[in-house]
């Protein structure tokens, strides 16, 4: 049988939450030694560890089947592969910066300038967009330095707390995108390997459902339970159990992550007391 090729990242920002990802669904792997490449015991994928910037190509010509790596990166190569889904880790804004002293009003401000970057194809799209003329100079790291060496006079790089930008004397001025990793994949993928990106689809799913999710177990007044059930959703709607103390009830269900406190604030409010909040291991909806 066939098995799936995945490129991830060798050495880099995204190399562990992306074997992090592959051990949540469940998936074996060894990465003791220092190989380019090894297989799962326990699933039909054999994992490729290479460059971030030559996965979209590798996936597009199919030496890869599917790839994890930065959406910035699958903008800036634009590569014909199919974008699969957003796996919500290695988050990043896409900025543009100038030298912290200059009066900054608006785009126009770029008219006629330089702009030292990394990443001229998003870049150019960007002002071709704004309809603004800009000269762009593409290089290859340490751009933050263009601007004090005379390179250029401003620079369009990832940004994630602006202390680099600040230590090389540079603000922020605009946001030009945000990306965050995702999953790709060759676009002529056979019916098998298809079956598998599938499956592998189908248990990221469930990782990124649960961590999205908490269980939630309290204790509440009966007669305050109908305000109570009405503040919790739940995947269909909670589970009431009788508690032995008469006038109580044992409520259980899921909440999500992000209206986690306000929820429980709420709950507490009306009564709800021994209130348990559990971490969810898998959750298939
Ligand atoms: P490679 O050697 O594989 O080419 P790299 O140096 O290009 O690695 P990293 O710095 O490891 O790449 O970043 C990989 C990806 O992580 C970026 O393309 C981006 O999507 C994401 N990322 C998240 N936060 C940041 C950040 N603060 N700086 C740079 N990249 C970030
Ligand atoms: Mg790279």
Known sequence: MSKLKIAIQKSGRL?????????DCGIKISTSSRKLR?????????????RDDDIPQYVEQGVADIGILGENEVWEKAKDVNTIRQLGF????MCLAIPKDEVYTDLSYFEGKKVATS??????????????NVKIEEIGGSVEIA???????AIFDIVSTGSTLLTNGLKQVETVVESQAVLISNKNLET???AIVDRLLFRIE?????????????????????????????MKSPTVL?????????????????????????????GAEGILVLEIEKMIL
């Open 206 to 234: 469930a990782v990124k459902q649960s961590s999205e999710n908490k269980y939630i177990l309290l204790n509440a007044p009966n007669e305050k339970l109908e305000e109570i059930i009405a503040l919790l959703p739940g």
């Open 147 to 153: 601007p004090s060496i005379g390179l250029a006079n």
């Open 242 to 270: 009788p508690l032995a103390q008469e006038g109580w009830s044992s409520i259980h269900t899921v909440i999500k992550e992000d209206t986690f406190w306000d929820i429980i604030e709420q709950l507490k409010a009306f």
């Open 15 to 23: 190399s562990e939450k992306s074997l992090e990802l592959l051990k």
């Open 192 to 194: 098998e390997k298809q």
């Open 90 to 93: 290695a988050g990043c804004k």
């Open 38 to 50: 090894t297989e799962s015991s326990n699933f039909p994928i054999e994992v490729l560890f290479l």
């Open 119 to 132: 990443y001229p194809r998003i870049l150019g799209n960007f002002f071709q967009d704004n309809n603004i």
